[in-house]
């Protein structure tokens, strides 16, 4: 079964959440290491925001749109 476009652009932003949230999460745990051993750790990463979320989201359906032109 298909998706209609507003499903497919849900999937697109969830799929650019959990993106941004694994990025994250590998950020945060760097950061930890880091902290522990003594070394410098720069600020502590920021969480993702909607702003940054849709950003991801709109590269992703961007990318797959020119991908069906050719």
């Known amino acids: 079964m298909g998706f209609n476009p507003y499903e497919m652009r849900w999937e697109v932003f969830q799929n650019a959440e959990t993106r941004l949230l694994n990025r994250h999460e590998a950020e945060v ?14 600020p ?8 940054e979320i849709k950003q991801v989201a709109d590269n992703m359906l961007s990318f797959v749109e020119k991908a069906e032109r050719k």
């Open 44 to 51: 502590y990463p920021t969480f993702p925001t909607e702003v």
């Open 29 to 42: 745990n760097r950061w930890q290491s880091l902290q522990e051993k003594g070394e410098e750790t720069g």
